[in-house]
């Protein structure tokens, strides 16, 4: 029951991932204007995604321009969307597996099979975290790097925003979830390696009656 319930509480843990991280990909503030300098014009925030750029006006006008071009994007955008498409993709395996292996469900098959589908499922959710972890931290230093630069003019300068925070958490979200449903399945396997089941060995009757027979035909 234990480990239906640790099961279970890794599954909404992916849920919550796979929602942020697909929110997290979608979201056109990966950055946003930062307030330094006295250049600013507080009436626009100016966001910047990995699909779209979006200017927000106190007015409430709202305006978005998609990268038709994805050649010309920097190299850290282009393999942030390539990454966070994959994680996305494996996120939802992930889901799709374990839903399957897990001990509260009905599906599956056997045991064994229940077990290597929630091992598989798991692996998916590491590696779905991996692939969202790595963007958000390249997109998050280049971010810093740029801000810290002195020769870039202060109203160029930008700060994280909200999607790279969600992106974060997603990522932590499943990593968590996939070394949970890893690490129940080896737990199981493991004690079935160190006490396997005791086999019993029964004297075949045959034998004995045969054996019987024989005594008896040299008395």
């Known amino acids: 029951m234990a480990s239906a319930s640790l099961q279970f509480f890794a599954f909404i843990l992916a849920l919550f991932g796979v929602f942020g991280d697909i929110a997290a990909t979608l979201l056109p503030n990966w950055k946003v204007n930062a307030d330094v300098g006295s250049n600013i014009i507080t009436a626009i925030t100016q966001m910047q995604g990995l699909w779209m750029d979006c200017t927000w006006y106190s007015t409430g006008m709202f305006s978005c321009t998609l990268k038709y071009s994805i050649l010309s994007l920097p190299i850290y955008i282009q393999a ?6 994959l994680s996305c993709i494996l996120s939802a395996f992930g889901i799709c597996i374990t839903t399957v292996g897990m001990k509260c469900t009905r599906l599956g098959g056997d045991t064994d099979s229940k077990n290597n589908a929630c091992f598989v499922g798991g692996i998916c959710f590491i590696l779905a975290g991996i692939f969202g972890l790595v963007p958000t931290c ?10 810290l630069d002195q020769t870039i003019p ?7 925003g909200a999607a790279v925070y969600t992106g974060f958490i997603s990522a932590g979200f499943l990593l968590i ?3 949970i449903f890893c690490s129940s399945c080896f737990k199981r396997q493991q004690g079935a390696w160190i006490y396997p089941p005791k086999q019993h060995h029964f004297p075949s ?3 004995e009656s045969n054996a019987g027979y024989s005594l008896k035909d040299y008395v």
């Open 80 to 85: 942030a969307r390539s990454t966070m498409v």
């Open 138 to 147: 390249w997109y998050t230093r280049e971010i810093i790097s740029n801000f």
């Open 154 to 160: 202060e109203s160029s300068k930008h700060e994280p």
């Open 177 to 179: 979830a996939g070394v």
């Open 205 to 207: 009757t045959e034998q």
